[in-house]
């Protein structure tokens, strides 16, 4: 079974500073990634996808299949940052996705 | 712009009640999905539908019916509700398999 791991709960950073969100997944196959965000009162929603190797509101995810990791990266955090953020996956043919726990940044 | 709607923001029931969260979406979507979102838990799938009267369990299914009758609704039941059910519930629809999924504004529910 596939599974998401985002390591930290919650994580501080100082505006201006770069800013790494950590995902690792376990899968055998070759999966789809995503982020997902979730500003306060607001509802989640699509980040970035690995697919589309684009980089949105400063945000880029590189998918690194020997670390099995898609870590989340910011060169210089912005106050309208802070968010939850949470990884998925989705694996195969599946309709569903697999979501971490997610990691609170505060900048 | 995909819109997905929730029947209610908040919502507070008592032990043993049959409790029914609705969610309708406007986009034609193939997919509609409910998960809830717990702190420290993350997002976990209840139930999905990939057409109309048509579904699958997710990771935790238990405690939890739903019902699709209509493309554009999905009902998740609460057969007889329970205090560890206290959560924040998440609808989702997407338009295809492989497509983005979009989420409603959740409802949050207390069950004393």
């Known amino acids: 079974a596939q599974r998401v791991t985002q390591p930290e709960k919650l994580l501080s950073v100082f505006k201006g500073a770069p800013v790494e969100l950590k995902c690792n997944y376990s899968?055998?196959?070759?999966?789809?990634l995503f982020w997902y965000v979730q500003y306060s009162r607001q509802r989640l929603q699509l980040l970035l996808r690995?697919?589309s190797r684009e980089s949105i509101k400063g945000f880029t995810a590189d998918l690194n299949k020997g670390e099995t990791s898609f870590h989340l990266k910011k060169p210089f955090a912005q106050e309208e940052d802070s968010a939850m953020y949470y990884c998925?996956?989705?694996?195969?043919?599946?309709?569903?996705?697999?979501f971490g726990s997610g990691t609170q940044l505060t900048v | 712009d995909v819109k997905v709607t929730q029947s209610s923001r908040y919502l507070v029931k008592r032990t043993g009640e049959k409790v029914f969260l609705e969610c309708v979406q406007d986009?034609?979507?193939?997919?509609m999905f409910w998960y809830r979102q717990d702190p420290g838990l993350g997002l976990r799938l209840i139930y999905f539908?990939?057409?109309?009267?048509?579904?699958e369990k997710g990771d935790i299914p238990e405690g939890y019916s739903v019902s699709r009758e209509k493309k554009e609704r999905f009902s998740l039941i609460l057969e007889s509700a329970s205090t560890n059910q206290t959560s924040m519930y998440l609808c989702?629809?997407?338009?295809?398999?492989?497509?983005?999924?979009?989420f409603g504004p959740g409802t949050r529910l207390l069950v004393l």
């Open positions: 899968y055998s196959g070759s999966p789809e």
């Open positions: 998925a996956l989705r694996s195969g043919s599946a309709r569903q996705l697999t």
């Open positions: 690995h697919i």
């Open positions: 986009m034609d979507h193939e997919n």
């Open positions: 989702a629809s997407s338009y295809r398999d492989r497509e983005t999924q979009y």
């Open positions: 539908s990939y057409d109309v009267k048509m579904k």
